[in-house]
């Protein structure tokens, strides 16, 4: 018995020792190395933080550079760094891409082609073009090598053009020029915008409503009247337009799919239209409205963390450019404060106001100008943007415009839905602020980042018509397809004549000197002869000349005082705003000076100063 309670006490002490050893070296393990799962998502939070601490001193390693003014491309590898370090870092789990379908892309490239074939007779109109696409180019043309260029400070000079404005556009459009300097090239570096904002316009459509609305609504815009006259221009406008129509996609997208591309898309979209043209300006307090309506409408929280996701990442791009604008110069608010109804300082005496009365007396003029220059000739056109003083809408497209918002208003009232209140908005956010409170006569360019969303319009009452059309009085597919191509064909033929107008109008309102100068120097003038314009150093008539000569002629441009006192072989003159005083300075200084009497030039005259 005694041996036998002396082995059980022996065995328990060895279970309790075992017990206590099993337990003691779990307990160890647990503490020193942890289970995979948790060491991995230890690791990753350290890479992540890691990361991150990286993207903040890369960015701030550009800060840097934008206060010293450092002109070198390391300040744009590290801004592309830190921006990629970014969107890694805000990263959760696989990226989801868009698959595009065969469907797709055959319609792009239908678009693609149908936009060509309607620029391109608008693009080749000897009369039709403005001075500010020429200078806008030469801008990019003579812009500086990548390891010259001031990547954070804005082009042109101040005095060259009426803003100035990040790089990035001009340096893109740069090859274009480099190739084949000419004014047909100067138009076809902007197409790549313009058929962008045909194919999201497309594609944002056909998410929201259908692939045939989607067609439609890209067809009207192609052929809008105003938009054929503008589009053909090779202008900064359209690169607004392209990027604050991706910012609407790209917030569509991400409303209604929650993935994190669309964020990083809307967030780089959105930061690329604060680096283009000044309508594109309103796209932050735009989407900015709509992400607060839809955190409130769904309060989820998976959305408002890509929310925030998506300011973080456009913070992060467009920071360089809101340093240098907050501590060396602010050039968001250069055309703002010329062209603002509040504090312009382009503002006309009428449109100066004093006291609450007449303010609401000028607003109410504006409004009512605004309002009437859409369907009135002689109203609307500004800033020799004149549109030959027509009308912007003409009759048949200012109908289906009316009646397409009427229609638009009315299904996004009775689904409930926020997207479809994107389109309206944009047209009236736009209007508001791009034509009414800014100074007049009404600008119809300043609209045009709109014209998408009223391409879209004017799609949506035809559509609407198409359906009852086929529904309620002739079911036959044929017939009611034929009356769609009709009505299409009838709308095409109506805003190419309207468009056709307001070039032809043009001719009588802008004058033709340049065509006339470029045309005599080009068929008179050997190459490598040089070409002096007398004018103020900024004068846009030496900048366009270069590309309607094809760059083949040394051009100078200065006042005439500071001219060579001795012509050149060949050379000749372009004296700005001729009177007797200075075309007898020009016979003075140069005895041999020939008067060329037959161009019926009215602002310049031209000298050929030797033979």
């Known amino acids: 018995m005694l041996l036998t309670m002396l082995r059980l006490k022996r065995q328990t002490k060895e279970i309790l020792l075992l017990t206590r050893n099993f337990f003691k070296e779990r307990f160890l393990r647990c503490m020193i190395i942890p289970h995979p799962d948790l060491l991995s998502m230890s690791q990753n939070r350290f890479v992540k933080l890691l990361t991150l601490c990286i993207a903040i001193v890369l960015l701030f390693m550009v800060y840097s550079h934008v206060l010293k003014r450092t002109v070198s491309e390391i ?155 503008l589009g053909s221009l090779g202008l900064l406008f359209h690169s607004s337009t392209f990027f604050f129509m991706l910012s609407l996609y790209a917030f569509t997208r991400l409303y209604l799919y929650r993935t994190y591309p669309n964020a990083v898309l809307l967030a780089l979209s959105m930061a690329v239209c604060y680096m283009v043209y000044t309508s594109s300006y309103i796209i932050a307090p735009f989407i900015l409205t709509f992400m607060i309506f839809s955190f409130v409408k769904d309060r989820t929280v998976s959305l408002a963390a890509l929310y925030g996701k998506t300011l973080i990442i456009f913070f992060a791009a467009l920071s360089p450019s809101l340093l240098y604008a907050a501590r060396i110069d602010n050039f968001f608010m250069q055309r703002v404060n010329q062209v603002s109804l509040f504090s312009g300082t382009w503002r006309s005496q009428q449109e100066i106001f004093h006291n609450i009365d007449s303010f609401l007396s000028v607003l109410t003029a504006h409004t009512s100008d605004a309002w009437r220059s859409l369907f009135l000739p002689d109203v609307g056109g500004g800033g020799e943007y004149w549109f030959g003083h027509q009308s912007f809408f003409e009759p048949v497209g200012f109908i289906l415009f009316l009646l397409g918002i009427i229609i638009v208003l009315y299904q996004a009232i009775r689904r409930g839905s926020m997207i479809l209140f994107i389109f309206p908005s944009a047209i009236a956010f736009t209007f508001v602020f791009g034509v009414v409170l800014t100074i007049h006569p009404p600008p119809f360019h300043r609209w045009s980042i709109a014209y998408p969303m009223i391409g879209f319009s004017i799609a949506q009452s035809v559509s609407w018509m198409f359906f009852k ?143």
């Open 75 to 229: 300040s744009l590898i590290l801004w592309l760094g830190s921006l990629l370090l970014f969107v890694w870092v805000l990263k959760e789990g696989r990226w989801r891409l868009p698959k595009l379908s065969r469907q797709i892309l055959f319609d792009c490239v239908l678009l693609t082609l149908i936009s060509t074939l309607f620029l391109l007779p608008f693009s080749l109109l000897s009369s039709h073009f403005h001075y500010d696409e020429h200078i806008t180019a030469y801008t990019s043309f003579s812009l500086l090598s990548a390891d010259k260029i001031d990547w954070f400070g804005v082009v042109p000079a101040k005095e060259e053009w009426v803003s100035q404005f990040p790089v990035f556009y001009h340096f893109f459009q740069k090859p274009f020029l480099v190739v084949y300097p000419s004014v047909l090239m100067v138009r076809i570096s902007t197409w790549p915008y313009t058929i962008g904002v045909v194919i999201v316009l497309y594609l944002l459509t056909r998410l929201v409503y259908t692939r045939f609305l989607g067609l439609l609504s890209a067809l009207t815009f192609i052929t809008l009247g105003t938009q054929l006259y």
């Open 469 to 611: 059309i086929r529904r309620r009085f002739y079911p036959s597919r044929n017939f009611s397809n034929g009356i769609l191509a009709t009505a299409l064909i009838l709308f095409v033929i109506s805003n190419v004549k309207h468009a056709l107008s307001m070039t032809e109008k043009d001719k009588i309102l802008k004058p033709q000197d340049i065509i006339m100068v470029s045309r005599y120097i080009r068929a008179n003038v050997l190459p490598q002869a040089p070409i002096y314009i007398a004018a103020f150093p900024a004068n846009a008539f030496g900048k366009e000349l270069v590309f309607r000569t094809r760059n083949v002629y040394p051009i100078t441009t200065t006042y005439f005082d500071y001219l060579p006192t001795a012509a050149k072989d060949n050379s000749l003159l372009v004296l700005h705003r001729p009177d007797d005083v200075s075309t007898q300075k020009v016979l003075a200084r140069f005895p041999r000076a020939r008067l060329i009497g037959n161009l019926n030039l009215k602002e310049y005259a031209l000298f050929r100063l030797s033979e």
